[in-house]
């Protein structure tokens, strides 16, 4: 039986869970360490003003199921710093700088980026405490978002599941929701693969063209601090109608749970690949199992990322790391999908089964088990 005072734990986890609080600085932030069984917990810092401390400890356990269905020799964990990620550069360093100083005797926790943090954020990080990945090429990091190693992933996922469903990429209209460092990526990577992109969203706002929209001129108005609402030849659609439209493929690459039980029927698509952590509720996963949807969960198929950190701490070069992710990933969604269409179960199911076993078998190699 788990302690009433402790709602997120459970036989895995968490290991630890820290809030930092310094009001002087206007700093609130929260690190889940989940589980160490398989070695140091990597897990990235998010920067979101609304950011909770349920949310991290789910994203804490993604990353966990994560590294373990990657084979990684690394646990999970995240943290969270309440704060907007559009602060003046000096003021969101201070911030960063004195949330990594208060953790800094936490060595079962190495940063990555997330949303709201680069590989800049990294470089201070790494400066404070020594413990980073997803650092500058200047620092002899790979810089993850720079070359779009979690995108890259998201393809190799949406391929593999195409080739199993007996379909094919050549054609398929695409669906990207988030068209940042994951999203905008994806989208190149499944382009030049014989893909179109139909709809985009970013945080301004959805565009919709079902001919397919001008990818080149999207990434350049990203690029220049513009939204893909400037996008030409296309529709502007209330963000909120992008989960309607008519597609093959949707990407959702953003915030937690936009696909949820009061939208999940109108999706219209034929596989939902999750490039963002946790961004399909369980119900709603469940619905659009239900209906014939296949959905190649967030912890296989956004993995690229967190592969690509590992490889970095490794001393590996950029594209020995991009063909870790490529292997891995495929191979992993591979055996989910088979797993779930030769067993009553959904692919979440059969994602956890199979990270759950690899947890389960370091864990019984350790003296206290999560660490």
């Known amino acids: 039986m788990m302690h009433p005072d402790l709602p997120f734990a459970d036989a895995l986890g968490p290991v630890r869970v820290i809030h930092v609080h310094q009001p002087q600085l206007g700093l609130a932030g929260t690190v889940v360490i989940d589980n160490l069984a398989c070695g140091p917990a990597i897990g990235g810092l998010r920067m979101e003003p609304d950011v909770t401390a349920a949310e991290c400890a789910r994203l804490a356990r993604a990353m966990t199921f994560k590294n373990a269905a990657a084979g990684l ?153 513009e939204s893909v609402t400037g996008c030409p030849d296309a529709t502007l659609i209330d963000a909120e109608a992008l989960v309607g439209v008519d597609c093959d493929l949707w990407i959702p690459a953003a915030r937690p749970d936009v696909i949820h039980a009061g939208n999940a029927d109108h999706l219209r698509a034929a596989l939902v690949v999750e490039g963002a952590n946790i961004p399909v509720t369980a119900e709603a996963e469940r619905s659009l199992h239900d209906r014939g949807v296949w959905v190649v969960p967030d912890f296989i198929a956004s993995a690229g990322g967190v592969i690509c950190a590992a490889m970095e701490l490794l001393g590996a070069t950029e594209g020995a790391a991009l063909a870790a992710v490529a292997e891995r990933v495929r191979a992993n969604t591979a055996t989910v999908l088979a797993r779930a269409q030769a067993t009553p179960c959904t692919p979440r199911e059969a994602a956890e089964a199979l990270a759950t076993e690899r947890l389960q078998a370091a864990m019984a190699t350790r003296r206290f088990g999560l660490y």
């Open 73 to 225: 020799p690394h646990g999970g964990g995240k943290s969270v710093l309440r704060a907007d990620p559009g602060l003046p550069a000096e003021h969101k360093q201070r911030l960063i700088r004195a949330f990594a100083a208060a953790l800094r005797d936490e060595r079962g926790y190495i940063y990555g980026p997330d949303m709201g943090t680069d590989e800049t954020c990294m470089a201070w990080v790494r400066d404070e405490i020594g413990r980073a990945v997803g650092l500058p090429r200047a620092l002899g990091g790979i810089p993850l978002d720079q070359i779009g190693a979690t995108g890259w992933g998201v393809c190799q996922a949406a391929e593999v599941a195409f080739a199993q469903l007996g379909r094919s990429l050549a054609g398929a209209r695409v669906v990207v929701q988030g068209f940042g460092a994951v999203g905008r990526h994806a989208a190149r990577f499944l382009v030049a693969r014989g893909a179109r992109v139909v709809a985009v969203a970013d945080s301004r706002g959805a565009v919709h063209r079902p001919d397919g929209l001008d990818l080149e001129a999207l990434l350049a108005l990203k690029a220049s601090g």
